[in-house]
């Protein structure tokens, strides 16, 4: 029981660092302005992490690399965590290749999970208050992603079903994504 609660609260902790990381890569990719109330926090949040990883890995070419690093470093420690907790033991040298195949995984996880979250808050924000302040950030962060499936599927009149469809092919892939995790790491749990 030790070892679940353990696993939950490492579950927790590091989906979250690792959210955060993405989004501020994300933040980037989609040039919101760095004066943003939710850019300045997700910065002050990750910039113990992605600061000294910026003197390694620039930034280049529109993509913050090292959020990206700094969120597979994350996910290889949450993996390694997640061995000495369910076995107790050290992890074994041959397993190194499959952890990082594992954490790559795990990156695209969460950031799955980002694309779900930020679309759910969307659609219900569209419903209960259209103006809340923080819509236009949502707008910005999710433009991308469904303006794709708004141009491939057909108009429904003021019906918009895109953010379903994303809904639906984020599961899926997050389901695709936990079996490759599983096959490179199998003490990840499905």
Known sequence: MIGEIL?????????????????????????????????????????????????????GGG?????????????????????????????????????IGAGLATVGRWALNLII??????AVLSWINPMATIMPVLRILTAPLLEPIRRIMPSLGGLDLSALVLLILAQIAIMVLN?????LFPVFVL
């Open 7 to 59: 696993r939950f609260l490492l579950d927790v902790g590091f989906t979250l660092i690792g959210a955060v990381l993405l989004a501020r890569a994300w933040l980037q990719a989609v040039k919101l302005h760095p004066f943003n109330p939710i850019a300045q926090a997700v910065y002050q949040a990750t910039n113990w992490l992605v600061t000294p990883l910026r003197r390694i890995v620039p930034t």
């Open 63 to 99: 993509t913050d690399w090292a959020s990206l690093l700094g969120a597979l470093l994350v996910a290889i420690l949450y993996l390694v965590l997640i061995w000495l907790v369910s076995t107790a033991s050290m992890l074994p040298v041959k397993l190194i290749p499959g952890v």
């Open 117 to 122: 979250w930020l679309t759910l808050i969307q």
């Open 179 to 183: 079996r490759i995790t599983y096959q």
